[in-house]
């Protein structure tokens, strides 16, 4: 089945610097999305980017299908950006979402 | 409105319960979803139904049943679990089809004891 993986593992920035996540995966998708889990387990959309390039405030992000990668970048990161980023993908003639290992994040005050 | 809900928030159930999880949605969506998530690991789907119908069941173990009675309604009937199965179990919906934004509710977590 499709891999789906995601870099760096772990990240701790200091409030107010920028960063990069990176979702990788090994096959053609159907549909992409960016959730942050919040610590209490809530999975929030952020972004359904199969392809292009989308901004919302602090975050965007960019997905190139061709060369099966998406970034998701956050400027000015807050205490409240803390928690996990997964990217999500649709494998294509499914139906299913397989979602990424993870990114998870701190942002120190 | 996009809210997906889940009751209950937290449950603890012995081995040889029966228990329920519910989801509802009023968004209009004719897919929903149930995910298995372990602690620091990405969830997992388990099982989607599309107009009320099952069409995916990722081979999960017959103790957990899923049940859709309308298209805003989604149970998962949980009996003699095992302990491994304690977990955070998130409902998701979206509109039918591929290429569709999935919604998630809050989650459930289960502890087996």
């Known amino acids: 089945g499709i891999q789906v993986e995601q870099s760096p593992p772990d990240l701790i920035l200091q409030e107010g610097a920028n960063s990069t996540l990176r979702c990788n995966f090994s096959d053609s998708v159907n549909n992409l999305q960016w959730f942050h889990q919040n610590p209490w387990g809530q999975l929030i959309n952020l972004f359904y980017?199969?392809?292009g390039t989308k901004q919302n405030g602090r975050l965007s992000a960019t997905t190139v299908a061709t060369e099966r990668y998406s970034l998701l970048y956050i400027s000015s990161s807050q205490t409240t950006d803390s928690g996990v980023y997964f990217c999500?993908?649709?494998?294509?003639?499914?139906?299913?979402?397989?979602f990424g290992t993870g990114t998870r994040l701190k942002v120190l005050a | 409105d996009t809210e997906v809900t889940q009751t209950p928030k937290h449950l603890v159930m012995g081995m040889t319960n029966k228990k329920s999880l519910k989801c509802e949605q009023h968004m209009g969506h004719r897919a929903m979803y149930w995910y298995k998530q372990k602690a620091k690991k990405p969830p997992e789907l388990m099982f989607v139904?599309?107009?009320?119908?099952?069409?995916i069941n990722e081979s999960v173990p017959s103790r957990f049943s899923p049940e859709c009675p309308n298209s805003s309604l989604l149970n998962l009937h949980l009996h003699a679990l095992q302990p491994e199965d304690s977990a955070l179990y998130l409902c998701?919906?979206?509109?039918?089809?591929?290429?569709?934004?999935?919604?998630f509710g809050p989650g459930t977590r289960l502890l087996v004891l």
């Open positions: 980017i199969p392809s």
């Open positions: 999500a993908v649709e494998q294509s003639g499914t139906y299913k979402y397989i």
């Open positions: 139904y599309s107009y009320e119908k099952l069409s």
């Open positions: 998701a919906s979206s509109q039918e089809g591929p290429r569709q934004t999935q919604y």
